[in-house]
C-alpha cells in the first residue's frame, strides 16, 4: 500500500544550509516525523541534507537492538548513539555539531507542548513553552509537529500498519501522567482548555508580568519603580 505521509513543516524552518538533524526516539511518534523529512527532503524545492540520530542510554542494551531493527522497518538509515541522559536537548545540539549540522528537529506534538506548559507552572514555578524554532548552543531547533495532536499521529500509525511491535507513545513519569489525567478531566467541561494553555504563552504583555529574562538577564517590575 502506497501511503502518502505530509508534513507541516514551514518553509521558513528549512533552507538551503548544512543539513537539519532529526531526532528519532523510540516511538512510532519520532519515525512518522522522520519519514514526513524524508519526503520533504526527496520532493522539496529548498535543498538540504537531512541526518536521523536515536539517542539511547548507554545502561539499556536491549534499546539499541529495537531502534535498528525500527530504523530498518521504517526504512531509515540513523545513527545509534549512547548517551546518559537521551532526552537531553544540549546533548542532541551537540550531537547535531559533530554531524556539522545546523538544525535540530524534535517531534513534540501539540499535546506535549500542553503538558510542558503545566508542568513547568505548577511544579517549577516557570512559565515556559516549547517554541516552534528558536536557538539553543548554538544549533536551531524546529519542533514542525507542535500542531498535530497525539491522538491523530496514534491512529495514523494504527492506519498504516505502524504500530506493529512499535510503541505509540513513550510511558510517561508521574508527573507527566498526572498532568495528562488533570488535562483529559478539566477538558470535560472546557472544550478551549487545551489550546488556552497553548496561547498563555503568546501575545504576553511583559508589563503584566512580575518578572522574565531575555537575553540571559532577568527583568523586574521592580526595575520601572
Not at 13 to 36: D, N, P, V, Y
Not at 101 to 107: H, V
Not at 135 to 142: F, K, Y
Given at each position: 500500500?502506497?501511503?502518502?505521509?505530509?508534513?507541516?513543516?514551514?518553509?521558513?524552518?528549512?533552507?538551503?544550509?548544512?543539513?537539519?538533524?532529526?531526532?528519532?526516539?523510540?516511538?512510532?511518534?519520532?519515525?512518522?516525523?522522520?519519514?514526513?523529512?524524508?519526503?520533504?527532503?526527496?520532493?522539496?524545492?529548498?535543498?538540504?541534507?537531512?541526518?536521523?540520530?536515536?539517542?539511547?542510554?548507554?545502561?539499556?542494551?536491549?534499546?539499541?537492538?529495537?531502534?535498528?531493527?525500527?530504523?530498518?522497518?521504517?526504512?531509515?538509515?540513523?545513527?545509534?548513539?549512547?548517551t546518559d541522559e537521551?532526552?537531553?536537548?544540549?546533548?542532541?545540539?551537540?550531537?547535531?555539531?559533530?554531524?556539522?549540522?545546523?538544525?535540530?528537529?524534535?517531534?513534540?506534538?501539540?499535546?506535549?507542548?500542553?503538558?510542558?506548559?503545566?508542568?513547568?507552572?505548577?511544579?517549577?514555578?516557570?512559565?515556559?513553552?516549547?517554541?516552534?524554532?528558536?536557538m539553543q548552543n548554538?544549533?536551531?531547533?524546529?519542533?514542525?509537529?507542535?500542531?498535530?495532536?497525539?491522538a491523530d499521529i496514534?491512529?495514523?500509525?494504527?492506519?498504516?500498519?505502524?504500530?506493529?511491535?512499535?510503541?505509540?507513545?513513550?510511558?510517561?513519569?508521574?508527573?507527566?501522567?498526572?498532568?495528562?489525567?488533570?488535562?483529559?478531566?478539566?477538558?470535560?467541561?472546557?472544550?478551549?482548555?487545551?489550546?488556552?494553555?497553548?496561547?498563555?504563552?503568546?501575545?504576553?504583555?511583559?508589563?503584566?508580568?512580575?518578572?522574565?529574562?531575555?537575553?540571559?538577564?532577568?527583568?523586574?517590575?521592580?526595575?520601572?519603580?
Amino acid at each position: 500500500m502506497d501511503t502518502d505521509i505530509e508534513s507541516n513543516v514551514d518553509d521558513d524552518m528549512i533552507e538551503a544550509q548544512r543539513g537539519a538533524k532529526k531526532k528519532s526516539g523510540g516511538t512510532a511518534k519520532s519515525f512518522l516525523a522522520a519519514k514526513c523529512f524524508q519526503r520533504l527532503n526527496k520532493y522539496s524545492e529548498t535543498g538540504f541534507t537531512v541526518k536521523f540520530i536515536c539517542p539511547v542510554k548507554a545502561s539499556d542494551e536491549g534499546l539499541h537492538s529495537a531502534l535498528a531493527l525500527m530504523c530498518e522497518h521504517f526504512g531509515i538509515t540513523a545513527d545509534i548513539f549512547e548517551t546518559d541522559e537521551p532526552y537531553d536537548t544540549s546533548a542532541l545540539c551537540a550531537k547535531a555539531k559533530e554531524l556539522h549540522c545546523n538544525k535540530l528537529s524534535l517531534p513534540d506534538c501539540f499535546d506535549d507542548c500542553t503538558e510542558h506548559i503545566l508542568l513547568n507552572t505548577l511544579y517549577n514555578g516557570r512559565l515556559e513553552a516549547l517554541v516552534p524554532k528558536g536557538m539553543q548552543n548554538g544549533i536551531e531547533v524546529i519542533r514542525p509537529c507542535v500542531l498535530i495532536r497525539r491522538a491523530d499521529i496514534e491512529s495514523f500509525a494504527r492506519y498504516i500498519g505502524a504500530d506493529g511491535g512499535f510503541p505509540l507513545k513513550e510511558e510517561p513519569d508521574d508527573k507527566t501522567a498526572y498532568i495528562r489525567a488533570l488535562i483529559d478531566d478539566l477538558a470535560k467541561t472546557n472544550q478551549n482548555l487545551e489550546i488556552n494553555i497553548l496561547r498563555s504563552c503568546e501575545d504576553v504583555n511583559p508589563e503584566t508580568l512580575i518578572s522574565y529574562i531575555q537575553n540571559g538577564e532577568r527583568k523586574s517590575v521592580l526595575d520601572t519603580f
